[in-house]
T-cell receptor, first 113, second 113 residues
Framework: SQTIHQWPATLVQPVGSPLSLECTVE??????LYWYRQAAGRGLQLLFY??????ISSEVPQNLSASRPQDRQFILSSKKLLLSDSGFYLC????????????FGDGTRLSIL | GENVEQHPSTLSVQEGDSAVIKCTYS??????FPWYKQELGKGPQLIID?????GEKKDQRIAVTLNKTAKHFSLHITETQPEDSAVYFC????????????FGQGTTLQVKP
C-alpha cells in the first residue's frame, strides 16, 4: 500500500533562517505531488504541485520554493523565513491523472519566532 | 479560476442526529469533488468523493450529493457519533490534467454525546 511521510512534525525557527521540509511517498511511481499551507482555522492553500521530477508549478507568489529531486521526494524550502511563513504545511500525493484522489501526510507545524 | 464556498463554518449536533454540510463551486467544468475529514494535529483524510457523472454516492453513514446545474454538492452524515467530531473540507477539481484541488474553508463539526 502507499504511504506518505513528512518530517519534521513540528519546527520552530527564527526569522531569517533557512527552511527545508521533506516529503516522501512509498508504494507508487510517478505520483503527482503537492504542497499546501493551512493557516489556523482556515482552508488549505495550494502552494506548489509537481507532475514529475524537476517539474514544479507555483500557485502563489511567496517566499518559498519547491523541488523534486527524485520521483517520490518533494522538498519545500526557503532561504530566509518570514513571520508570515508560520503555519501548518501539508504534503499530498495522487496517482497521475486528472480524477485521482489526493492523500495527505500528517503535516509539519512551523512556528517562526 | 475556481472558487469553492462552504457552509456552515461550525455545526453542532446531538449524537444520533444527522449533519449536512454544503458547498458551492464556480467553475462549471469542475469534474471531481472529494470530502476530507481532519482531526486535530493530523492531515486531512479522504472520506468520500464523487465525480461529475454521478448524482449521489453513499458509503455506510456518509453520503454525498451533486447538483451540477446548481453547482453545489453536499455531505450528509447520518446517525452521528462523537468520533465524527472534526473539521470537514470539501474540494473541487477544475477540469485539467494536473489534479489540483480547490478547497472550501472547512466546517467544524461537534457531535455532543
Amino acid at each position: 500500500s502507499q504511504t506518505i511521510h513528512q518530517w519534521p512534525a513540528t519546527l520552530v525557527q527564527p526569522v531569517g533562517s533557512p527552511l527545508s521540509l521533506e516529503c516522501t511517498v512509498e508504494g507508487t511511481s510517478n505520483p503527482n505531488l503537492y504542497w499546501y499551507r493551512q493557516a489556523a482555522g482556515r482552508g488549505l492553500q495550494l502552494l506548489f504541485y509537481s507532475v514529475g521530477i524537476g517539474q514544479i508549478s507555483s500557485e502563489v507568489p511567496q517566499n518559498l520554493s519547491a523541488s523534486r529531486p527524485q520521483d517520490r521526494q518533494f522538498i519545500l524550502s526557503s532561504k530566509k523565513l518570514l513571520l508570515s511563513d508560520s503555519g501548518f504545511y501539508l504534503c499530498a500525493w495522487s496517482a497521475a491523472g486528472a480524477s485521482q484522489p489526493q492523500h495527505f501526510g500528517d503535516g509539519t507545524r512551523l512556528s517562526i519566532l | 479560476g475556481e472558487n469553492v464556498e462552504q457552509h456552515p463554518s461550525t455545526l453542532s449536533v446531538q449524537e444520533g442526529d444527522s449533519a449536512v454540510i454544503k458547498c458551492t463551486y464556480s467553475d462549471s467544468a469542475s469534474n471531481y469533488f472529494p470530502w476530507y475529514k481532519q482531526e486535530l494535529g493530523k492531515g486531512p483524510q479522504l472520506i468520500i468523493d464523487i465525480r461529475s457523472n454521478v448524482g449521489e454516492k453513499k458509503d455506510q453513514r456518509i453520503a454525498v450529493t451533486l447538483n451540477k446545474t446548481a453547482k453545489h454538492f453536499s455531505l450528509h452524515i447520518t446517525e452521528t457519533q462523537p468520533e465524527d467530531s472534526a473539521v470537514y473540507f470539501c474540494a473541487a477539481r477544475p477540469s485539467s490534467n494536473t489534479g489540483k484541488l480547490i478547497f472550501g474553508q472547512g466546517t467544524t463539526l461537534q457531535v455532543k454525546p
